[in-house]
Structures are given as C-alpha cells and as structure tokens.
C-alpha cells in the first residue's frame, strides 16, 4: 500500500481562461493570468492497494456518485500510465472552499489531486511537469501549483500547456482579495459547460479572443511595475469581457445575480469616493474585490455596510502546493 498527500490553494484569475481548443487535452484558447491565494485551500489523500477492487473518491467525507468517481478515475489514470501502476485508489479529498460554486474548487482540488498522486507514485515531477499534470484534471489548477501570481501558456500540444511563476519581486504581498459570497451554493452551469458553450455559440467569442494578449501584456507590466491601478484596471475589464460573452451564446446565460451587480456597482461607488479598489467575477454569482493591502480595512468597513459579516472573506497570496507526505507500507 502507498499513498501520498498534497495541500493546494485556489487561485483567481484576473486574466481569464475562457474556452478550450482540445477539450480532452485541456488546451486552452488563450493565456490566463492569477493570484493564488491563501483563504480556500483542499487537501487530498490518494492512496493504492492490493486490496482495492475499485477507485473509490470521497468529497468532504461522502463517497461520490459513479459519474465524480470517473473523472477522478481517468485522472489517475494518466499517473497510472506514467509508472505502470495497476493499483485501484482511494481518493479522501477535503474541500476548505465551497464545492462548484465559483470559488475556484476545481483548481485547488485538482491541484491538490495532482500533486497526492504524484507523491504515492513518487513521479518525482518538477514544478511544469505537474503544472502539466494539473491542467488535465482542470485548466485552472495549472496555476495552482505556485504561489502567488502564475501565468498559463496556452501551448499547442500537451507538452507545451502549463503554468509558470511570474517573478513580481514580492507585488502580490501588497494586495488583498476580499470575496463577497453571494451564494455557495453549487452553480448551474459548470465552468467547463458554460465556456464550451461560449466557444461553440457566441458571436462575442472572436472579440474576447482579440483582446487577450493585449489586457495579459497590460497585466504583466503592471505587476512588474508594481502598478496597483493598472493591474486593476486589466483585471476588471477582462472579468467583463469574459462574462460579455456569456450573454452572447445559444442558449444565453449568465453568472450574475442581482447581489452581483450591487456588489459591483459599490465597488465602483468606492472609486468614486478615492477608493482604489476592483472587481472580478468567475463562473458564479460571487464577486471578488481586489484592493491593496493598506485599504483593505477601509473597503471592508464600507462592503459590511451592505453585506452580512458572514459573507465578506479576505484573502492574501497564498503559497506554492505542499506535498504532506509520502507513505509506504
Ligand atoms: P468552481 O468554481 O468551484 O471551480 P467548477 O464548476 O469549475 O466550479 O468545478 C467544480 C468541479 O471541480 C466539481 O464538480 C468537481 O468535479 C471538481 N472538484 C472540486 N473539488 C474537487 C476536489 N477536492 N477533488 C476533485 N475534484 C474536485
Ligand atoms: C472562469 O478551470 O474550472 O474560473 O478546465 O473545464 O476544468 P475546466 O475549467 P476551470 O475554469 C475556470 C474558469 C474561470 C476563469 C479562470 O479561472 O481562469
């Protein structure tokens, strides 16, 4: 019997990942740039046995359906393929983040997947290997495996898609993110649904793509420069042209609620008062407040105003994946 454990926190993008152009390989259409941060994280234990007569996965201490146990199990079989393995697994995953919510459980559960089986079959994979490794349980857990800002190339081929540490000369120590939960409840329509239907039906999609590379390269620069404005600026605007194309796709949809567009709107009320502070939004109604560190208490004092104390969570950078342990027996 082996097994390995890994702890991965979330990460949210301020340069979106909208759509794939391999669904299977988790190609991505674009670049994507994030903040891997320290309030949400999940932890994952894998481990294989002689003894197991199938893959077994269990969220938050419940055994998941056959259709969960499949994805996970087809996951594990791209480690499985790597070292030779036979072994069927059992897989405990805790989630220290709301499940499917638009809270980025995808990319720290996946991440944390990654890194617990890479470390019960001692894959021994350098930090792009698992960022490869990652992706292909879900595009945004490439990210997770760093720390603070990450960039995902989009590649062309399985071997070129992964994420890479962007040096900021410790930026990202000056900031803070304050999620506004909206709801947590689970959302319905996936990420990896509602962006497929974007790719395949919006008459918007062609413009997102257009401005990537432009917003990515504003992004980039202001990190370098340490430029709080401007990073903030690039990060609301492609939240914005993200969910644009949503309201452009057959069926239309949308991640926004009426709370969403409250919260919105007092951030940029905030604006108007001085505030320096920014929105973005993932694939849910929750929204995400990007703020320097100084400010954090001023913008929080001003949301509590509106929202319930409950539903105002800060965030700092969060660190790189940890590997918890590797047990044979
Ligand atoms: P979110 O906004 O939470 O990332 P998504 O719809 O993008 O929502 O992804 C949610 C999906 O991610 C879940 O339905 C499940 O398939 C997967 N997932 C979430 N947490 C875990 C975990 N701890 N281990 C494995 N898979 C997970
Ligand atoms: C809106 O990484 O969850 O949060 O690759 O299909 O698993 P799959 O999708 P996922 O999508 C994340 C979309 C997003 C933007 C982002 O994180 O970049």
Redesign the pocket.
Known sequence: MFSGKAKAYT???L????G?KNQEL?L?MNN?L?LTLDAFYTETTVTFSTEFTEDQFYLDNQLQDSKATIKISRFLDLARKKTGCTLFAVVKSQNFVPTAA?L?S??SG?AALAGAVSAALNLDLSPIALSRLA?R?????S?SVYGGFAE?EKGTSDETSYATKIISNDFEQDLSMIFIVINDAKKDV???D??QRTVETSSFYDGWLQSVPKDLAKAKAAIAAKDFTALGEVTEASALK?HGTTLAATPPFTYWSAESMKAMNLVRQLRTTGVSCYFTM??GPNVKVLVERKNEEKVLDELAKHFDPTQLIVAHAGPSIEILSTEEA
């Open positions: 990460n949210i993008a340069i979106k990942y909208w794939k988790i991505p994507s994030s638009g980025a995808s990319a996946l992706r349980g879900s595009g945004s857990a990210r995902w996936s990420s990896r509602g962006m993200m993932d694939a």
